[in-house]
């Protein structure tokens, strides 16, 4: 098959080399043809849609993505400016010492103990959904760090101070992840690494891993997503008996990670098998692992059956998802609030999936209503109230309705 230049002229190929006409493939991955042929005029859809075609081209879902010519920069200058500061504290200027600027000439001994604990409530609001103050704290955060490891050039300090800097930037990368400043939070989340790493933190290190492979599923980026995790996985595998609860938990972090990949990619035998590794964590630890400054927030039993239903929501069985979702575990402790959210946005989609308008709307309201920011960077609450409540209504919008398409953002 010749090399094409974008998604909607390998999706073309594919589905010719199958014999099927767009009326056929949209019935076969249960979509309309005014997707399909969206998609082969050149326009963009979500992941979740993209799969659906692939699982009913049978082909992994990278295979419709090519390396294209990037279109226009559609973000706001205001949006640029807003995270001016965070850009200039993780991709500083560097002078002729090849380090950057240094703010503070005091010499003063910056107190890790300190920053550590300003770094735990940050971390602490942001798995609250609270992102209104992220962007103010966050830089200050970042050079408070840079200055420790400047300070601290050498010994245990030294070592104490990257770990610091490392949870720090992993904490930006998460905040920047979730409202789509990719790149910027792949290079926080790269530097996070190699502080990690530079400091003989294993554990650090992975968990920034976990954040890196978070931003490669935004991407669609699903073969590099599902390595990374699998690779680092099987690196920092426990063995034997005596491996901590932190360590369980990162492990199970990175087979959620590589599951939630290879059920995007159209593999779900490999994704099946994720996730029993996840479960096997998740069984020793018993109840919810906390820690706010890792990235990966709590991990569990309860954890594990979440991302399991959103990789069922993923592959197309709303059905069972609402059943798994009715006989989740209790008295194994809490997900973070934001785990939790992304778990009732995937019952919504199920809802939705299914033709259910007023349970679509029951949970994407009540979502409003405890998380409006984490919400408002939501597409797939987009999509879960076009779907479930819009393409399917016979009757006038209801004034709850008509608040959630604004709060949206949604023009129908």
Do not use: C
Request: cysteine-free.
């Amino acid at each position: 098959m010749p090399e094409s230049s974008t998604t909607g002229d390998r999706l073309r190929e594919l589905r010719r080399r199958r014999g099927l006409t767009q009326e056929a493939l949209a019935r076969q991955a249960g979509l309309s043809v005014g997707v399909v042929k969206k998609i082969e005029q050149g326009g963009g859809a979500r992941i979740e849609t993209y799969h659906a075609l692939a699982r009913a081209l049978g082909v992994r879902t990278s295979r419709l993505f090519e390396p294209a010519t990037p279109g226009p920069d559609r973000t706001t200058d205001i949006e640029k400016i807003n995270l001016l500061p965070l850009r200039q504290a993780i991709s500083p200027v560097v002078t002729l010492t090849g380090r950057p600027p240094l703010p503070d000439e005091s010499g003063e001994e910056p107190d890790l103990t300190r920053l550590r604990s300003a770094a735990t409530a940050v971390a602490e609001a942001y798995h609250r959904d609270r992102y209104a103050d992220m962007v103010s704290v966050l830089p200050e955060l970042i050079s408070s760090a840079r200055l420790a490891v400047d300070f601290h050039g050498s010994g245990p300090a030294h070592a104490q101070a990257l770990a610091a800097r490392s949870e720090v930037l992993q904490l930006a990368g998460r905040y920047l992840t979730q409202i789509r400043a990719y790149d910027l939070a792949h290079m926080a989340l790269r530097d996070a690494v190699a502080d990690a790493v530079a400091a003989g933190d294993q554990l650090n290190a992975a968990s920034a891993i976990i954040g890196q492979a978070w931003i490669l599923l935004r991407q669609a980026r699903l073969d590099e997503a599902e390595a990374l995790a699998a690779r680092t996985a099987e690196e920092i595998e426990p063995r034997g008996s005596q491996a901590t609860r932190e360590h369980l938990a990162a492990w199970g972090w990175l087979l959620l990670r590589a599951s939630a990949a290879a059920s995007r990619n159209n593999k779900p035998a490999l994704a099946a098998e994720m996730i029993a590794l996840a479960r096997s964590a998740g069984t020793a630890v018993r109840i919810e692992v906390v820690d706010h400054l890792r990235g990966w927030g709590t991990f569990g039993p309860l954890t594990v059956e979440v991302k399991a239903i959103e990789n069922v929501v993923v592959i197309g069985r709303p059905d069972v998802a609402l059943d798994m979702a009715e006989r989740l575990p209790r008295g194994v402790g809490r997900a973070t609030s934001d785990n939790w959210n992304r778990h009732r946005l995937d019952v919504a989609r199920a809802h939705s999936m299914l033709r259910h308008g007023d349970e679509t709307t029951r949970v994407l309201a009540a979502l409003r209503a405890d998380a409006p920011q984490w919400l408002r960077h939501q597409r797939l609450a987009v999509d879960a109230f076009r779907d479930g409540v819009l393409r399917t209504r016979k009757r006038t919008l209801t004034s709850q309705q008509r608040d959630l398409a604004e709060f949206l953002d949604i023009r129908d």
